[in-house]
């Protein structure tokens, strides 16, 4: 049976232009992240990055499916510096009460063996018009360290206050 024990949790009482969750121990498997969250920026939706150790460069790789009503839209995107979610948190246009929610697994974050490999899933409805979103993400980062360290960054404004997130560990019994 597998043993999930929350690590961290980090509700923001004030707007912060990022969160991380840093000194992850390695006595887990997997890590999820689950969070409620809402940037303010200029413009409606955003995209959202993800950085792992404190480690930009160009060493990210990621890929986006996202679905609003009855449209649809792809994206992928190498040699970045961070891992980047296409439209998966609100911008200016959604009401003050709107959070987007967010799961995301980082697989074998301590295998020395193979890079590092994220999946997404992200849901929001905004009450501006009809718009009602999922979005499915994949990363890569290309480097086998453990990972110790994760940045949740919006592509343009903050982080808003009420916005929280916790870290999880999850291992086989």
């Known amino acids: 049976m597998a043993v999930i024990e929350a690590i961290a949790t980090t509700y923001l009482e ?12 390695t006595t887990y498997e997997h890590l999820q992240v689950r969070g409620s969250h809402r940037a303010a920026g200029s413009s409606g939706g955003q995209a959202f990055y993800i950085e792992l150790n404190a ?3 160009t060493g990210y790789s990621s890929h ?13 995107t190498t040699g970045q ?21 967010m799961i995301l697994d980082v697989l074998d974050y301590r295998n020395a063996n193979k890079n ?6 992200m849901q929001d409805a905004l009450t501006y018009g009809t718009d009602s979103r999922v979005t499915f993400g994949s990363g890569l980062w290309d480097s086998t360290d453990a990972i110790t360290q994760i940045k949740f960054t919006p592509s343009n ?12 560990g999850l291992k086989s019994s």
């Not at 004030?14 to 121990?25: L, N």
């Not at 961070?82 to 987007?100: L, S, V």
């Not at 404004?157 to 999880?168: C, F, H, K």
């Open 81 to 101: 510096a961070y891992i980047k979610i296409y439209d998966g948190i609100h911008g200016a246009f959604a009401a003050a009460a709107e959070y987007a929610t």
């Open 55 to 57: 480690t930009a460069g």
């Open 116 to 121: 590092t490999t994220v999946q997404l899933f």
């Open 14 to 25: 004030a707007d912060a232009a990022s969160v991380t969750f840093s000194s992850i121990p």
């Open 64 to 76: 986006t499916m996202v679905g609003a009503n009855t449209n649809a839209l792809g994206q992928g």
């Open 157 to 168: 404004g903050n982080m808003v206050r009420g916005s929280e997130y916790t870290l999880y």
